[in-house]
C-alpha cells in the first residue's frame, strides 16, 4: 500500500525545519521512505524522475499553503537546495487569556466551508501549540449562541483565491433577468457576505468598470487568468453598499399606502407615519426604494397604493400580470 | 458536537494538525487522549490516527531520530522530543479564515459586551502575530443580520433558562401571533434565528429575530423537553417527505425563487426560466409567492393555490378601478440593475 500523504508531507515538512543547511531534491529523495518507495532510492527507472519531480512540486506547494516558509537556495556549484528556516517559520509570542481563548474558539468554528473550516481550526491548534489557554472547552463555553456562515456557492473558493493571490478570473455570468449568461472576465477585489449570501466585487474587464456580481449567479466553473490587474485595487471596496441598493434599501423617498388594519406588519415596522382612518384601513408613509412595489403586491387586496403615480401603476401593472394567471 | 462542520478526512488538514500536535505534546509529557482531542477539536478516533502516524515520521535528513511518540489509549508519551518542534506561524488562509470569523461574530449586536472585548484584543493580537500572512484577510467579509435588543433577550433568556413571550409576525400568514417559547439557541446563519420549544404548538419552531415584534422574559423557567439537535449545517428548515407538492414556472427574471426557496427540482426551460417543484407543508402561504411574481413567473399546481392568487390580485385591483384610471396608462417600467431586484425582503423559504 502506498504510503499516505499526510505522512509524506509531515516527513517533508520535519526534514526542512530540522536542517541546518540546505538539502537537495536527491538528498530528500533519498532520506524519505515514501519517495523511496514510490520512486527507488536514485535515479533508477526511466520517467520516475518526472513523476519524482511532480510529486515533489505538489508537496511543497502544499506545505507552503500550510503556512511553511521553504528557502530555495543555490550553492556555488549551481545546485539547488531546500531548508525551511526556524526564525521564519515560527510563530511570534502571543499570550491570550483564557476570556480571548474562548472567544477565538467560538470564532474558529463558524466557517461551514470545508477549506475554511480547516485553515480556521489549524489556525487554533497552532495557538494551541503555542500555548493558547483550554481551561474552557471553546466548543460548549458558548453553547446558546451559534454563528455559522453559509457558503452554498461552489464558486467561492476559486474566487477567495483569486482575490487572495490577485489573480483575474473568467467566468459565465446570469444577470437577475437574463436569459442567458455571459462571459465576464473581472479582477477580482473582495468578497462579502451578506445576509447569507455571498457577492464579489471587481474591475469589469469588459465593461471597463467596478462592478458586483452574486456568487450563485456565476454558472460553470471559475478560471484564472494570467497576468497582472489592470485597473488599481480601490482602498475600500463596498460591496454591502451596492447590494443593500438593489434590496432596496436605500431608499430617498416616500410613498403613501393604505394598509387594511391589523396586516402587514412588516409595512408597519418600516413606516414612517401611521394614521388611523377608522373604516378598518390605516393610512401609512413609507420609505420608496428599489423594489417596493414586488414588495407592496405581496400584501395583495390589502394595500392600495395611493401615491406615487409611478409607483401605483407598478403595481397595477404587476397585479394585472396575476390576474391574467 | 452540535453543529460542528463534518468534514473529510484529508490529508493537508491532517498534516497541518500533526505539526501542531508534536509541539503541543513536547510541553505536555503524558497529555491525555481526551484532553488533546478537546484542544484540538477532533474526535479521539482521529488523534488516535495521527499517533499511528507520528512514530513513522523521522525529524532528521537520512532517516534514524523517529519520533518516539505512543500512547496507552489514556495518556501520550514523546520520549526523544525534539526542538523542530517549535509553534509554527500562521498560513495566510489560517490567518485569514480565523480574523474574517473572528471580525464577523464581534459584529453580532447581541453579542455580551464581554465576550466583544476578548474577541476584539483576541483579533489584534492575532492580527500582530500572523504578520504579512493577515494582509489578504481584508478581502473576505462577513456581516450577520440580527436585531440587537431581542438578541440580548433571548441570549439572556438562554442563559437564566427562562421562558420568553413573544409577538411573531409569520410572513406566509401576514399576521402577528403571541407565543410563550422556551429557547433552545441561537443561530446566525446570513439571519439570526432562536430554535425553541413552542408552548403553544407543543413542538420545535425556528424563530427569525427580524419577524419579532416585541419580547418579554417571563419569570418562569424555560423547561424545552429533551430533544435531539440538529445539523444546521445544510438547511435550518428541510421540507418532510409527506409535505404537499408545489409546482412554480418562472421566466428570467423569477430564477431568484430557486436561490431563496429549498426545491427538489429546477429544471430549465428553453426560454431561460425555471421549472421548479418544491414542497411545503403549507402551500397556501405561497400566495404571496405567486403575487410578487407578476409576469415572471405563476403557478402551476397545486390550482387551488394557482386560484387563489389570481382572485387576491383580482381583489386588489378593484381598489384602483374607478375615477382613478387615469394611473392605468401605459407608462415606462423602472430599469431593472443587476441585483437581486425580484428577490423579495426577507423572504427565505423557511417555516415559521
Known sequence: MAIAKAERLMNLALCLLGTRRPLSKRELRQSIEAYVEAFGPDRSAAGSDDSFNRMFERDKDDLRELG??????????????????????????????????????LAAKVWQQARLAGAASGALQKL????????????????????????????????????????????E?????????????????????????????????????ERVFRLSRITGRVRTRSGTFTAEVPDVVTVRETVAS??????????????????????????????????GWDELEIPYGHGLDAWLVEFGPDVVVLDPAELRADVVDRLRAVAKG | MVGKPARPANAIDQTRRMLSLVTYLRERPGARVEDVARAFGITEDELISDLDVLPLCGTSFRGGDLLDIDTDGDRIWWHNPDDVAEPLRLAADEATALLVAARAVSTLPGLREGDRQALLRATAKVEAAAGEAAGASSRLSVT??????????????????????????????????EREIDPIRLVSVGHTYVEAWCRRSEARRTFRLDRVAEIKILDEPSAPPEIELR??????????????????????????????YPHDSADELPDGGLCITLRTPDPTSLRRLALRLGRDGRIVSPQDLADSARQAAREALAAYDGPQTAYDEPHLRRGESAGPSGAPHGVDGRRV
Open chain 1, 128 to 171: 494551541r501549540a503555542a500555548g493558547l489557554p483550554e481551561d474552557v472547552d471553546p466548543y460548549e463555553a458558548h453553547g446558546a449562541l451559534e454563528p455559522r456562515i453559509p457558503v452554498h456557492e461552489a464558486a467561492f473558493e476559486p474566487l477567495m483565491l483569486a482575490c487572495r493571490d490577485r489573480r483575474a478570473v473568467a467566468f
Open chain 2, 144 to 177: 450577520f443580520e440580527s436585531e440587537g435588543g431581542v438578541f440580548a433577550d433571548v441570549d439572556r433568556a438562554i442563559s437564566e433558562r427562562r421562558r420568553l413571550w413573544i409577538r411573531y409576525y409569520s410572513p406566509a400568514r401576514d399576521e402577528v401571533t
Open chain 1, 246 to 279: 438593489w434590496a432596496g434599501e436605500t431608499a430617498d423617498r416616500s410613498a403613501l399606502i393604505r394598509l387594511r388594519t391589523g396586516s402587514g406588519y412588516p409595512l408597519r415596522a418600516k413606516a414612517t407615519a401611521v394614521r388611523e382612518l377608522g373604516d
Open chain 2, 231 to 260: 445539523d444546521l449545517s445544510e438547511a435550518l428548515v428541510q421540507p418532510a417527505a409527506e409535505d404537499p407538492e408545489v409546482v412554480v414556472e418562472v421566466g428570467p427574471g423569477g430564477r431568484w425563487v430557486a436561490e431563496y
Open chain 1, 173 to 209: 455570468y446570469r444577470k437577475a433577468n437574463a436569459a442567458h449568461p455571459e462571459p465576464r472576465t473581472v479582477e477580482p477585489w473582495a468578497l462579502e457576505c451578506w445576509r447569507g449570501h455571498w457577492y464579489l466585487a471587481g474591475w469589469d474587464r469588459g465593461r471597463g468598470a
Open chain 1, 68 to 105: 511553511l516558509v521553504i528557502e530555495t537556495v543555490e550553492n556555488l556549484d549551481g545546485d539547488v537546495g531546500y531548508l525551511a528556516r526556524r526564525d521564519s517559520n515560527r510563530l511570534p509570542p502571543i499570550t491570550l487569556d483564557a476570556e480571548e481563548a474562548a472567544a477565538l474558539g
